[in-house]
């Protein structure tokens, strides 16, 4: 059975971060990762698309668990 994604460290921020800072590590990290924005760069936007899932999950998980709104 995998492991449990640590989604503190997918968003690069402290388990005892604020509910600001962790607002702010993922708008950060979505509009870095959107696929739109890195196919403009040339990247590869399949890969951005996962990356995008796991950011939104691993939001969504911690929104949830601190209910932040």
């Given at each position: 059975?995998?492991a449990?994604?640590?989604?503190?460290?997918?968003?690069?921020?402290?388990?005892?971060?604020?509910?600001?800072?962790?607002?702010?590590?993922?708008?950060k990290?979505?509009?870095?990762?959107?696929?739109d924005?890195?196919?403009?760069?040339?990247?590869?936007?399949e890969?951005?698309?996962?990356?995008?899932?796991?950011?939104?999950?691993?939001?969504?998980?911690?929104k949830?668990?601190r209910?932040?709104?």
């Open positions: 059975m995998a449990a994604p640590d989604y503190y460290k997918t968003l690069g921020v402290s388990k005892d971060a604020s509910a600001d800072e962790v607002k702010k590590a993922y708008r990290l979505a509009r870095d990762n959107h696929p924005a890195v196919k403009a760069r040339g990247g590869n936007a890969q951005a698309e996962e990356r995008m899932r796991e950011i939104n999950e691993a939001y969504e998980v911690i949830k668990a209910g932040i709104k």
